[in-house]
């Protein structure tokens, strides 16, 4: 069975603080994804990543950066978290199949 | 602008009731469709429809696709409280990205 695995399942943060989300895969992924998800606005992509290094913007990345140093593993970073960036994260990967796997989330509250 | 509409929002339904999820979708570079559905926690495969007219069913839930219309739906017969989630449809592009719409929550009461 793919496994994503999310670091955190619970975070509280203060406004302005530096912010890492972790995932790993385990299963050789090339693909990973960074979402959101908010009531009433569903999953929205942030950053996601089809190789090691490589990385391009999704729907909304303002306010995020991410790392992909290694294969198996994709960062999400806020690098002054706020109010706003209170939401579900997701991190997804699959291998250019179109179905994802998906870790179990991360619940962010910035304070 | 790829967008991806769920209706309706939100669905409260008895034990044992029948329900149709709808999904429409205007994606460029259009792959597939995908359904999920999230309890608690990570949203879990469902189905993938590529063709159209093809229903796709796992035990009390089917879908299918129509890609001249640009939707899909999902039925659930004979529900139960354990249905009870949101469900995602997303659309596949061929750059490997997914869109996702907003969901539809649905609640099995008994």
């Known amino acids: 069975d793919v496994k994503v695995t999310q670091s955190s399942r619970y975070l509280v943060k203060r406004t302005g603080e530096k912010v890492f989300l972790e995932c790993v895969q385990d299963?050789?992924?090339?693909?990973m994804f960074w979402y959101r998800q908010d009531p009433g606005l569903g999953l929205r992509l942030i950053y996601f990543?089809?190789?090691?290094?490589?990385?391009e913007k999704g729907d909304i990345p303002e306010g995020y950066s991410v790392s992909r140093e290694k294969k198996e593993r994709f960062s999400l970073i806020l690098e002054s978290a706020s109010t706003n960036q209170t939401s579900m994260y997701l991190c997804?990967?699959?291998?250019?199949?179109?179905?994802?796997?998906f870790g179990q989330g991360t619940r962010l509250t910035v304070v | 602008e790829d967008k991806v509409v769920q209706s309706p929002l939100s669905l409260v339904v008895h034990e044992g009731d029948t329900v149709t999820l709808n999904c429409s979708y205007e994606?460029?570079?259009?792959?597939?469709l995908l359904w999920y559905k999230q309890e608690k926690k990570a949203p879990t495969f469902l189905f993938m429809l590529?063709?159209?007219?093809i229903e796709k069913k796992s035990g009390r839930l089917s879908s299918i696709l129509d890609k001249k219309e640009l939707f899909s739906i999902l039925n659930i017969t004979a529900t139960q409280t354990g249905d009870s989630a949101i469900y995602l449809c997303a659309g596949s592009l061929n750059t490997d990205k997914l869109i996702f719409g907003t969901g539809t929550r649905l609640q099995v009461f008994p």
């Open positions: 994606v460029t570079n259009f792959r597939s």
């Open positions: 990543s089809y190789d090691v290094k490589m990385k």
């Open positions: 997804a990967s699959d291998g250019g199949e179109p179905e994802a796997f």
């Open positions: 590529t063709s159209s007219g």
């Open positions: 299963m050789d992924h090339e693909n």
